[in-house]
């Protein structure tokens, strides 16, 4: 379920007061981290968004291979929205079946190392970082020593924000999944959303030719991120009389798997990365479908989970200071309307990535 990637799979440690450990390295006392408390959105049980609210909670403490981030800003995507609600129940199997297990929405992370464990050999205090972890809506998060990277120079923290879930999602469809070549045709449906703006740049770098399915509005903006060729869907249907692609990254699935299928080649791959168009029975049946008609066809009708990792965080931060890469966002907002801002990317028109500020 991503474009977040609802499908992609996250660990990391809960927001509950746990005893000082002493082997960290840090940039205060270990009893005075410890006493530390820090403003975190937070929601005990699964609901509204507007459920969300500021509050002033323990901060966390981390494990020996854990760092603790000061966070500066926090990249938000859909999967954060199904998070608080609950819903798809999917969802749960990572949040908690009955209640919220982490309560604090946030995948994505960019700040200022303030402790590392005993056992983290990568980082120290004051490093500037980004990466993924569980609740970086908050002062500080507890992030996995293999789920952070240094943060590339060219970038504020903002825009570094941006970058982990979304980015990742598009890598692992396009190089693992599709293994695309030069020259190869590209249709990204939802081009101008967070997976699918990272998805155009990712394609492009690999020697594609790629068409971005999105509304006029956006046009402009993915074909100055890379796009060749931008198809309206309010004007025009990309399943119906038109070219057949080698790859298609499907980030709404808007479109019934057989309209998909007509646009594709009879060999190309087709990726499917939402999962979210149907609930109920009709959602299992959209997951599963393209999973048990792929065998039987000559294309490849795929769904995929996207992992996070230290290695291809840094494929990303090489990208990103080449300049092959760029994050676009949206809007940014204030660690306190943190609820405004899942309510907006739920409107489901969103052009690149929603930032929050902490």
């Known amino acids: 379920m991503p474009q977040t990637n609802a499908s992609a799979v996250f660990t990391g440690q809960q927001f509950a007061p746990e005893p000082a450990r002493l082997s960290v390295r840090q940039t205060a006392q270990p009893s005075a981290i410890s006493r530390m408390t820090m403003k975190a959105i937070r929601h005990d049980s699964y609901g509204a968004i507007g459920s969300l609210t500021l509050r002033d909670v323990d901060t966390p403490m981390i494990k020996d291979d854990q760092v603790l981030v000061r966070v500066r800003a926090a990249g938000l995507h859909i999967g954060d929205c199904f998070g608080v609600r609950g819903s798809p129940y999917l969802m749960r199997l990572h949040s908690g079946l009955v209640k919220p297990?982490?309560?604090?929405?946030?995948?994505?992370?960019?700040?200022?190392?303030?402790?590392?464990?005993?056992?983290?050999?990568?980082?120290?205090?004051?490093?500037?970082?980004?990466?993924?972890?569980?609740?970086?809506?908050?002062?500080?998060?507890?992030?996995?020593?293999?789920?952070?990277?240094?943060?590339?120079?060219?970038?504020?923290?903002?825009?570094?924000?941006?970058?982990?879930?979304?980015?990742?999602?598009?890598?692992?469809?396009?190089?693992?999944?599709?293994?695309?070549?030069?020259?190869?045709?590209v249709l990204i449906n939802g081009a101008s959303g967070g997976v699918g703006t990272f998805a155009i740049q990712i394609a492009k770098s690999y020697g594609a030719h790629v068409t971005a399915v999105c509304s006029a509005t956006n046009a402009a903006m993915v074909r100055s991120i890379g796009a060749d060729e931008v198809v309206d869907y309010t004007r025009q249907d990309f399943t119906l009389d038109g070219p057949r692609y080698d790859v298609i990254l499907d980030n709404i699935e808007n479109r019934s798997l057989a309209d998909c299928r007509r646009a594709l080649k009879a060999d190309g791959c087709l990726i499917l990365n939402s999962g979210t168009g149907a609930s109920?029975?009709?959602?299992?049946?959209?997951?599963?479908?393209?999973?048990?008609?792929?065998?039987?066809?000559?294309?490849?009708?795929?769904?995929?989970?996207?992992?996070?990792?230290?290695?291809?965080?840094?494929?990303?931060?090489?990208?990103?200071?080449?300049?092959?890469?760029?994050?676009?966002?949206?809007?940014?907002?204030?660690?306190?309307?943190?609820?405004?801002?899942?309510?907006?990317?739920?409107?489901?028109?969103?052009?690149?990535?929603?930032?929050?500020?902490?």
């Open 101 to 185: 297990k982490y309560g604090v929405p946030g995948f994505d992370v960019a700040g200022v190392v303030e402790a590392v464990g005993s056992k983290v050999t990568r980082f120290e205090p004051g490093d500037k970082v980004f990466g993924e972890c569980n609740g970086a809506c908050a002062e500080f998060a507890c992030v996995s020593e293999t789920k952070l990277v240094k943060k590339p120079a060219n970038l504020d923290f903002e825009s570094a924000a941006a970058v982990p879930t979304s980015a990742l999602a598009a890598l692992h469809a396009l190089r693992d999944v599709a293994g695309v070549r030069p020259g190869q045709k």
């Open 280 to 358: 109920g029975f009709g959602m299992l049946v959209r997951l599963f479908k393209p999973l048990l008609l792929s065998p039987f066809a000559r294309q490849r009708l795929c769904r995929y989970l996207s992992v996070p990792g230290h290695e291809d965080l840094n494929v990303l931060k090489r990208m990103l200071e080449a300049g092959q890469m760029k994050p676009v966002i949206d809007k940014t907002f204030t660690l306190g309307k943190t609820a405004d801002a899942l309510r907006y990317i739920e409107n489901g028109h969103t052009s690149g990535k929603v930032v929050v500020i902490v």
